[in-house]
């Protein structure tokens, strides 16, 4: 059974900094791509990034480039994206997701979904 | 940048037929994928290549895609149907190339 748990989301101040981890099991993790997705509250699903099987590939949305980095230990079969400089804009529910390739592509879809870890940035 | 869109919201009674669309320019050409989710829950893929169900989706679930407009089919809707539904394409002219319609209400009467 695959099984995706998201963890690190908490309560940050503007300009803060925190790590998101998504422990997965029950499929051979390093065979497929990853993303992160978020919700905003009361919002739609809006996609920020995503890194291939093998961690050798990464992509970002352009509202967090160059702020979240993306990442993956496969002999750990752990996700994680570092969130800095964080903005009010950036409270959501964030949420990993397995890809159903190993190269995020046009062909992939989000075949499973963690249960979502909580992200408020407020002063 | 692609825009997916979808009705805010599609009420249907009990044991009939509920069709939530997806908009897009000429989305025919493309895979579209759709997604449920149920209050405080993670989405769930229900539909994926416009028209396939994965393990433990229901029959009653069913997709199409042509022209520029792509249809998620929910038959003998049943009170458990209610949810948010989204669909998604690939685009990659778009800022991020996995792209979320805005989502559907579905509110069984």
């Known amino acids: 059974e695959v099984q995706l748990l998201e963890s690190g989301g908490g309560l940050v101040q503007p300009g803060g900094s925190l790590r998101l981890s998504c422990a997965a099991s029950g499929f051979t993790f390093s065979s497929y791509a990853m993303s992160w997705v978020r919700q905003a509250p009361g919002k739609g699903l809006e996609w920020v990034s995503a890194i291939s099987g093998s961690g050798g590939s990464t992509y970002y949305a352009d509202s967090v480039k160059g702020r979240f980095t993306i990442s993956r230990d496969n002999s750990k079969n752990t996700l994680y994206l570092q969130m800095n400089s964080l903005r009010a804009e950036d409270t959501a529910v964030y949420y990993c997701?397995?890809?159903?390739?190993?190269?995020?592509?046009?062909?992939?879809?989000?075949?499973?979904w963690g249960q979502g870890t909580l992200v408020t940035v407020s002063s | 940048s692609y825009v997916l869109t979808q009705p805010p919201s599609v009420s249907v009674a009990p044991g009939k037929t509920a069709r939530i669309t997806c908009g897009g320019n000429n989305i025919g050409s493309k895979s579209v994928h759709w997604y449920q989710q149920k209050p405080g829950q993670a989405p769930v893929l229900v539909i994926y290549y416009d028209s396939d169900r994965p393990s433990g989706i229901p029959e009653r679930f069913s997709g199409s895609n042509s022209g520029n407009t792509a249809t998620l089919t929910i038959s003998r809707v049943e009170a458990g149907d209610e949810a948010d539904y989204y669909c998604q394409v690939w685009d990659s002219s778009s800022d991020h190339p996995r792209v979320f319609g805005g989502g559907t209400k579905l509110t069984v009467l």
């Open positions: 997701a397995k890809d159903s390739n190993g190269l995020y592509d046009s062909s992939g879809y989000s075949d499973y």
